[in-house]
């Protein structure tokens, strides 16, 4: 089975859509009152959640399943055009999903739960 290439999967993750996320979970920090730089480590991980795994997830699980309509409608997107190959965007939105769901588990129950 062929493999997709490294820009067709970066193009399917649609990193443009991850700034909204990020910059949404960064505000949350700084208004909760408590200072990013004492849990550094933790605010960088949500802010990496957020936007590369959860948002990137969301990309990836959606044009799998609009493939057909996209095949139609926006034919030079990865998945029907044939850059990420046969079921390889499934794949890959199901190991973005399981990354998501490792990183929110290492961030606690709390945000695991969200």
């Not at 997709?4 to 193009?11: D, F, G, H, M, Y």
């Not at 408590?34 to 959640?49: E, K, M, Y």
Request: proline letters at 9%; glycine letters at 8%.
């Amino acid at each position: 089975m062929q493999t997709p290439k490294p820009a067709a999967v970066l193009e399917l993750l649609k990193p443009i859509t991850w700034f909204a996320p990020m910059w949404a979970f960064a505000c949350g920090i700084v208004s909760s009152g408590v200072s990013p730089l004492s849990r550094w480590s933790f605010a960088l991980a949500g802010v990496v959640l957020a936007g590369p795994l959860v948002c990137a997830t969301s990309q990836a699980v959606n044009d799998w399943y609009d493939r057909h309509v996209d095949a139609i409608n926006e034919p030079n997107r990865p998945i029907p055009s044939g850059r990420i190959p046969g079921r390889w965007g499934f794949y890959i939105a199901c190991l973005w999903t399981v990354l998501s769901l490792a990183v929110a588990a290492a961030l606690g129950l709390w945000v695991f739960a969200a």
